[in-house]
């Protein structure tokens, strides 16, 4: 409940999408290895995207921008899924992310509501 409709990518350093400007609400997964890699880091894992979808309550699909470790140099044990326009006020929606972690697949759905 109360989630944020938008974000202003041109906020965030560095900036995900430097000619998108506001977009939709971040929707993001960040995993913890569970045994430690390099050095003790226990964030030193590696996630590749396998698949992410954002619905509205009427099952249409949004266009929504995905960024990973493959195409982020900034990440490396996260997953984030970016709507490209601003969501709605109210609304509810499903987002569905889904990837492998060290090889490992891994999926999550669930519903959020933003904020009126």
Do not use: K
């Not at 490209?84 to 609304?91: E, F, R, V």
């Amino acid at each position: 409940q109360g989630v944020p409709t938008s974000f202003d990518t041109d906020l965030e350093t560095p900036d995900p999408m430097p000619s998108a400007g506001v977009v939709g609400a971040p929707i993001s997964a960040t995993f913890v290895a569970p045994v430690f890699h390099d050095n003790d880091n226990p964030f030193a894992i590696h996630a590749d995207v396998a698949g992410c979808t954002l619905t509205d309550a009427s099952g249409q699909a949004l266009a929504v921008t995905v960024l990973d470790p493959g195409s982020d140099p900034h990440l490396d044990d996260t997953v984030v899924m970016l709507p490209d326009a601003a969501l709605q006020p109210g609304q509810t929606y499903v987002a569905s992310l889904a990837a492998s972690i060290d090889g490992v697949p891994w999926s999550r759905t669930w519903s959020f509501t933003t904020a009126e």
